[in-house]
């Protein structure tokens, strides 16, 4: 069979196949239709990335100057290398009440509180409303949406039976959670057995993965003859991209298979891409918390560089956790609520370590060149970061910490310090972005009217 007839064609989409997986390719022009090769318009994504329990103060968080020449402060310091792609949006308010974290992490993408009566809520979250939209469209991703995070089984005692919403922050149109995948193997399993042929619930393409895990086997290694004879295809300058990418797959699956497996060779998280053991408990070490914020990060870069997704939701730990880095125990109730006497600067550093992943998130997705061969995936992006609270104790709804990265292929001004008059909702926010992805709100949760009509 000759290569013609096993690389399989997506919307100007290839795939590498064999032993029942599916590699994505970049986008490389020597592949594209003669007339798809000029103009190509890059897709435009939306990632949505929570941090726990707010932040010790907005003075600590918020920039000083407002517009462009804004400095990062205080806690905003790791972004200075990627400021000029990054706004800081103050002011911005969202809804909840007591327990603050359960109804703010419900909140934090529908702008909405869930019923504690039926333990579902009225409002299908952002990222769900995108996604539904662009699956509907002529050009859909294979992959509807990726809800990802480490695990982390904290919950609020008051509500009992809503710990998926302070574990979740996506939710379909039943109302109820849609639970995120806390296993980074299995997010990356999924971008090589869902896009096309093979999907999660696809029987023979699940038993590749299993036998493929079992011996240790790269999905690389399952698709390297169509490898080898693709580069004949290829001009040079795609041949260097094509390298360039396969390299940083088998580096991003090593990386993730030492995660999962706990450094260890073989045992069961490797014996199963549905439900691996390894890091999937809640006894987890905190200082492994770092290690799996990184995987999912390298999971995420891959999904949109391949444009297998074009929506990610991704929650760094529950709301209200306990858990930190760096080896800060009791984070919620010792650090957040003050009640250590050197709460302040541990604070300040498990937030600005906070911000420092974000920022490495955005460094990658700003370093891969996007399909029209001039802008970064990181300019076709909007990437959403803030928390279900404002003051970790105060547990405030309003004046939110806020930023706002990326350039949404044009419909966003990047690098700005923007001071809105604290009558804005995450909800207005998010019908801007909505309607910049080509999905007209007339409303949003329980305060989004629209009053958000630019962003620069």
Known sequence: MSLHDRVHWLSRRAFLGGA?????????????PRTARAAVAPPKRFLAWYFTCGIPAIADWKPTAVGMNWQPSLLLAPLMPIKQKVSVLSGLNN??????????TGAFLTGTQFTPATLTISQQSIDQVIADSLQAGPNKAPIHSMQLGPLDTNCEPQIPGACGFVQNISFGKTGTAITKETDAQNA??????????GTASDPAAINAAKARLAM???????????AQNLNGFLSKADQVRFDEYLTSVRRVEGQISGVSAGGAAGGAACMSPIKPAGLTTSARPVSDLEAQIDAFTEVMTLAFRCD?????????????????????SDYHLGITHHSVSDWQPKFRTVVTWEVLKFTQLLQKLDAITDVDGTSTVLDNSAVFCSSEISDGNRHNHDDMPVLLAGGLGGAIKPGQHIQYAQNEYFADLFMFLAKSMGVTLDKFGENGTGKITAIG
């Open 188 to 197: 990356f399993n999924r971008l090589f057995m869902g896009a096309g042929a």
């Open 308 to 328: 297998l997704t074009r929506i990610i939701s991704f929650m760094m730990t529950a709301g209200g956790s306990r858990f930190a880095p760096m080896g800060i």
């Open 20 to 32: 029942g997986t599916l590699v994505a390719l970049p986008f490389l022009e020597s592949l594209a």
């Open 95 to 104: 809804v909840g009440k007591v327990p603050d974290h359960t109804y703010g």
């Open 216 to 226: 240790r086997k790269s999905v690389l290694d399952a698709v390297v003859s169509d």
